[in-house]
């Protein structure tokens, strides 16, 4: 089973960081564009066939996302499952901070969610498998190569992998409009899950249940919430700065 992956960034991101995993570069034909030229030498010193194909070729391929003229055909890489991700948290002498996302649907936030999570230095990011976007053409675009660069994982039980996480001494931190306290009083210097909820109807109860706090962004009369992807990067971050200033912190 193969997928698309269109854009500059997103296949730049494939070549360098899983090169065995495509199966063909595509480029537009006739045009005369440096970085392109570059891509296709890369990819073919790698050994990755490259096909020039007219731009309405490469339009009827990516299906309306937008390539930039450069689109890679590779492998498909099933998302990590929870044992993955618990391997993975055995490898880290640092206190982890994961992205959890209950329900994100739309492939242009979560696009954006794993970019800004890239940007953060997040561990991975955390999605259950039903009525969540997965690792579309789009969300890959959006992401930027994001998506080659983070572990992406999907749960059958959400709620059941925030209880293992909890047993590994991860704190679950959930961002809800109705939370008493602003986020800016959380302490997210230690191991940390930050959890978001869906666009339009955010913490599910079980997942709400899960937290260990609830904290909301401090809004302005008349604005009822941000974006998803604009609330996960103002919380991404504020757990950035907090780690910043107190590097002490070390794995439980």
Request: aromatic share 2%; with cysteine.
């Amino acid at each position: 089973m193969s997928e698309l992956i269109c854009g500059f960034h997103a296949v730049e991101a494939v070549l360098e960081q899983a090169s065995q995993r495509v199966t063909s570069l595509w480029v537009q034909a006739g045009r005369k564009d440096s970085r392109m030229q570059n891509l296709a030498e890369q990819a073919e010193a790698l050994g990755v066939p490259v096909h020039r194909l007219p731009r309405e070729e490469l339009d009827r391929r990516s299906q309306g996302v937008r390539h930039q003229g450069v689109m890679a055909e590779v492998a498909a890489r099933p998302p990590a499952d929870l044992a993955a991700l618990l391997d993975h948290l055995d490898t880290l002498d640092r206190p982890p901070l994961l992205l959890v996302l209950d329900q994100v649907q739309d492939p242009h936030n979560l696009g954006a969610l794993l970019r800004t999570a890239a940007a953060a230095g997040v561990d991975a990011v955390i999605t259950p498998s039903d009525r969540s976007a997965g690792l579309t053409p789009v969300v890959r675009k959006t992401a930027a190569g994001a998506a080659e660069r983070i572990l992406f994982v999907r749960v059958g039980n959400l709620a059941r992998a925030l209880d293992r996480l909890r047993e590994r001494g991860i704190w679950i931190h959930g961002l809800a409009g109705q939370a008493e306290a602003e986020l800016y009083a959380a302490d997210l210097t230690g191991a940390l899950a930050l959890v978001m909820g869906a666009e339009a109807t955010g913490l599910r109860r079980l997942t709400r249940d899960r937290c260990d706090a609830l904290w909301r962004l401090p809004m302005a009369s008349g604005v009822e919430s941000l974006n998803v992807s604009a609330a996960g990067a103002v919380a991404l971050f504020e757990a950035v700065r907090q780690r910043q200033i107190a590097p002490s912190v070390r794995k439980p």
